[in-house]
């Protein structure tokens, strides 16, 4: 291969590709027109000004559209990172916030290099289902403050975009549907003179860039202690929520990322946004779903441009962005939600044919994340449930047979299954101590011993049969089975 042709093979796809390249400007720029109220209403719950959450979103995206491990994903201010740090800059000040930032932003790089992020591997998909269902629950119900005691246009503005995304696309794809009912919804409002809530109401937007500097709070460890759990928390949070969105992203996109990178890269956009007194962030779900699923972009420039897209539209087109209609982006987070929610999943067809232990964590995720508004939550709990449930269907799987021989000198008991914790517990009372020869054989062949509870019913067993004058002799163990067995056999009781 030339060099020519080299350099040309490291050339990402949307310069390759006027059609992607299309396709991902434009999708950046509906994106940072739906950041836009977000961001301002996240910035309100955490109690700063509006343009401490543009900011953050602005510098969130760049760094991690450069950094990041999953390409296409959106990341700016988001109300789970809001709620955690609202309490710290309510009681200690805004300076106090930004230190936490960029704490958070330090642990998550620490978190990541220790490869947290492995532990997705243990989400099962019952609760992968869930998240995705309850995120669309959120994400519909976000959005009925807006159509609450709100002028009546509002109504028929909401239906017309919904319209729009639905049959704009059947007369051309070249055009983002979202970005042409925004576009018309404006023009409709602003050439009629129609009183309805926009988004300028919801709070000025910034007229300059954002610059860096150091937190306003003392460098001292009692600095420290305030900030660490508060930091610890949105570390923890924003982690969770960027996996579950990294993974999502991947099945809809059928690609890979690099979820030790994401994490990594998360903590840095973070440590970027702290230090030029952003409110820090995560993974953006309902933002990354336009850009993903509605508008079709895959590459790190759609990412980067939301962010650009987002400060050049609140500096230089302020005015004109004040004027687009709350409406014209309900209708577009409305159609996000729809196109989010697994509707197979809830399919009478497949509610039969699933067993009722995966339905059963499939709505305990949803039921924790619309009760809290806190998708970690939910993941956490459905997880946990999901676990439960494997353990007590795994449990009955150990199976304990036996067979005496003619002379009934000898009785060997055959054991089948997985001996853990729960399992072994019903180990040791299924042998016939009292009646039972001197000679006792335990064949272990189809069995395997994976913890220190299990070796301890093993020892049990042996024990009983002990204090009766008769002997145990244990076969059959596999390699990894007898290393456990011989490092801990006599070694788990004081008498």
């Known amino acids: 291969m030339t060099p020519a042709a080299r350099l040309r093979g490291l050339k990402p796809d949307w310069i390759a590709d006027p059609k992607v390249w299309r396709t991902e400007v434009l999708a950046g720029l509906v994106v940072a027109l739906a950041l836009i109220p977000e961001a301002i209403s996240f910035s309100i719950i955490a109690g700063v000004d509006p343009a401490i959450g543009l900011f953050a979103s602005f510098t969130m995206a760049v760094t991690i559209s450069i950094v990041g491990g999953r390409r296409a994903m959106i990341s700016a201010a988001t109300g789970a990172v809001a709620l955690v740090i609202a309490p710290l800059n309510r009681e200690h000040g805004f300076g106090y916030l930004v230190a936490a930032v960029i704490l958070a932003g330090v642990i998550q790089v620490a978190l990541g290099a220790l490869g947290v992020a492995k532990l997705m591997r243990f989400v099962p998909r019952s609760v992968m289902v869930g998240f995705v269902n309850a995120l669309a629950i959120l994400i519909f119900m976000a959005q009925i403050p807006e159509m609450h005691d709100v002028p009546w246009p509002v109504y028929p503005l909401i239906i017309g975009g919904l319209a729009l995304m639905v049959f704009f696309p059947k007369v051309t794809k070249v055009i983002p549907a979202p970005l042409v009912s925004i576009v018309i919804l404006t023009v409709i409002t602003v050439a009629a003179a129609i009183a309805v809530p926009t988004v300028g109401d919801k709070g000025a937007l910034p007229s300059s860039l954002p610059v860096p500097g150091l937190p306003d709070v003392p460098f001292t460890m009692a600095t420290l202690t305030t900030i660490a759990p508060y930091a610890l928390a949105m570390a923890l949070v924003g982690l969770m929520e960027s996996l579950m969105t990294a993974k999502l992203v991947d099945d809809i996109t059928d690609t890979h990322s690099s ?237």
């Open 259 to 495: 979820k030790t990178r994401e994490s990594i890269g998360q903590g840095i956009a973070n440590i970027v946004t702290g230090f030029f007194g952003g409110m820090g962030g995560c993974a953006m779900i309902g933002q990354t779903m336009i850009n993903v699923k509605v508008s079709g972009a895959r590459t790190r420039l759609s990412t980067f441009l939301a962010g650009s897209f987002l400060m050049v539209l609140c500096i230089v087109f302020g005015p004109v962005v004040s004027d687009i209609p709350m409406a014209a982006l309900v209708a577009v987070m409305v159609m996000v939600s729809f196109a989010t929610f697994d509707w197979h999943s809830i399919a009478p067809k497949t509610l039969k044919r699933m067993p009722a232990g995966e339905i059963a964590v499939m709505v305990i995720t949803v039921a924790c994340v619309v009760a809290t508004s806190n998708l970690a939550i939910g993941v956490v709990v459905g997880s946990v449930t999901a676990m439960v449930i494997f353990a007590k269907r795994v449990a009955h799987l150990a199976n304990v047979t036996s067979v005496t021989d003619p002379d009934h000198a000898t009785v060997v008991y055959s054991v089948t299954g997985e001996l853990f914790f729960a399992s072994s517990n019903d180990l040791v009372g299924q042998f016939d101590y009292a009646t039972d020869p001197d000679r006792i054989v335990i064949d272990l062949s189809a069995a395997h011993v994976w913890d220190a509870s299990s070796v301890a019913a093993l020892d049990a067993i042996e024990t009983k049969y002990a204090q009766r004058g008769k002997t145990v002799e244990i076969i059959g163990l596999n390699d990894p089975s007898a290393d456990l067995h011989g490092k801990l056999t006599g070694e788990l009781t004081s008498h």
